[in-house]
């Protein structure tokens, strides 16, 4: 990250945060994983406060998302396994069915992307799932259905079954990028399951 004199940001002041923490705030290596994974390095690389606060927002967004992902599938995991959900696969509401194909999408365009190397790519199309097919979508018109319905009740397990299929994807994409992220989310998985 070398710069003109006096217009530098070291890797160091993202992760740990500079002598004002107000005007340099700590980041962290996720974040920091997520700008390089971002920028287009075939071109020039910005980065300055602005830059870093928008990752910030989009990791946030990113983190948002499978917490909601997490709290929502919880008491759904001792029923993993593939003849309790073929029913619910049959009950699978056109919502529900339309996300699984997106999800399909998403996946084979991430996995094209990585092939690549066009990391950007990767990273644009996670923030489109989640900040617009996810957030502005999907869980929009799902919060009723897992909050109201009956636990065992077939809208909710499918709409459970998608969330749990959505949860193991993004972990999948993102495990190249975020690594750290993808540990604190296996030790809650584990510690879940052990409840």
Same mark, same amino acid.
């Given at each position: 990250?070398?710069?003109?004199?006096?217009?530098?940001?070291?890797?160091?002041?993202?992760?740990?945060?500079?002598?004002?923490?107000?005007?340099?705030?700590?980041?962290?290596?996720?974040?920091?994983?997520l700008w390089i994974a971002s920028v287009e390095y075939w071109n020039d690389v910005p980065l300055g406060t602005n830059i870093l606060n928008q990752t910030a927002e989009s990791l946030r967004k990113i983190r948002n998302t499978?917490?909601?992902?997490?709290?929502?599938?919880?008491?759904?995991?001792?029923?993993?396994?593939?003849?309790?959900?073929?029913?619910?696969?049959?009950?699978?509401?056109?919502?529900?069915?339309?996300?699984?194909?997106?999800?399909?999408?998403?996946?084979?365009?991430? #996995?094209? =992307?990585?092939?690549? /190397?066009?990391?950007?790519?990767? $990273?644009?199309? +996670?923030?489109?799932?989640?900040? !617009?097919?996810?957030?502005?979508?999907?869980?929009?018109?799902?919060?009723?259905?897992?909050? #109201?319905? =009956?636990?065992?009740? /077939?809208?909710?397990?499918?709409? $459970?079954?998608? +969330?749990?299929?959505?949860?193991? !994807?993004?972990?999948?994409?993102?495990?190249?990028?975020?690594?750290?992220?993808?540990?604190?989310?296996?030790?809650?998985?584990?510690?879940?399951?052990?409840?």
């Amino acid at each position: 990250l070398k710069k003109s004199l006096g217009n530098v940001i070291s890797p160091i002041t993202v992760l740990a945060g500079g002598k004002d923490k107000k005007k340099e705030p700590v980041y962290g290596t996720d974040l920091l994983r997520l700008w390089i994974a971002s920028v287009e390095y075939w071109n020039d690389v910005p980065l300055g406060t602005n830059i870093l606060n928008q990752t910030a927002e989009s990791l946030r967004k990113i983190r948002n998302t499978a917490r909601f992902l997490l709290g929502n599938i919880g008491d759904i995991y001792e029923q993993d396994n593939e003849d309790a959900w073929e029913d619910v696969r049959e009950h699978m509401d056109l919502p529900g069915r339309y996300m699984i194909n997106e999800l399909q999408k998403f996946e084979a365009e991430c #996995a094209t =992307a990585y092939v690549a /190397y066009n990391f950007p790519k990767v $990273v644009k199309t +996670l923030q489109n799932l989640c900040n !617009i097919t996810l957030s502005s979508f999907y869980f929009d018109i799902n919060k009723d259905n897992v909050y #109201a319905n =009956a636990l065992n009740g /077939y809208e909710r397990r499918a709409t $459970v079954f998608v +969330l749990k299929e959505i949860l193991a !994807i993004i972990v999948r994409i993102m495990a190249p990028i975020l690594p750290h992220w993808l540990k604190k989310y296996t030790i809650q998985c584990i510690t879940r399951a052990k409840d």
